[in-house]
Nanobody, 127 residues
Framework: QVQLVESGGGLAHAGGSLRLSCAAS????????MGWFRQAPGKEREFVAF????????YYADSVKGRFTISRDTAKNTVYLQMNSLKSEDTGVYSC????????????????????WGRGTQVTVSS
């Protein structure tokens, strides 16, 4: 099992940028596909971005496509979410999640598909 810890959240103005990090430990990081999800107050958790175990394949929610970029650094056991052109509707608690993956080639957008979760980091975007 892998343990996940997010960091990098905070307050940003609309149009600004933040970079979230998710540090993994406890298991072989390269065996896991990674996802970012977010939950706004009063709303259900929603998918934001995915990266496969190889780092070569990514997938994004339509709401963030072209503004957010997911990446991973295997040497640092860390996955990142670069968030640009932030909007007030990006406000929420952002959590990273891991899914053990034998072979790359699929993408996962449902939270139920992931087995390991971090506690989340708050992102607040002021308009």
């Amino acid at each position: 099992q892998v343990q996940l810890v997010e960091s990098g959240g905070g307050l940003a103005h609309a149009g600004g940028s933040l970079r979230l990090s998710c540090a993994a430990s406890g298991d072989t990081f390269s065996n896991y596909a990674m996802g970012w999800f977010r939950q706004a107050p009063g709303k259900e958790r929603e998918f934001v971005a995915f990266i496969d175990r190889s780092g070569r394949s990514t997938y994004y929610a339509d709401s963030v496509k072209g503004r957010f970029t997911i990446s991973r650094d295997t040497a640092k056991n860390t996955v990142y979410l670069q968030m640009n052109s932030l909007k007030s509707e990006d406000t929420g608690v952002y959590s990273c999640a891991a899914k053990y993956e034998l072979y790359a080639g699929n993408y996962y957008t449902w939270s139920e598909q992931y087995s390991n979760w971090g506690r989340g980091t708050q992102v607040t975007v002021s308009s």
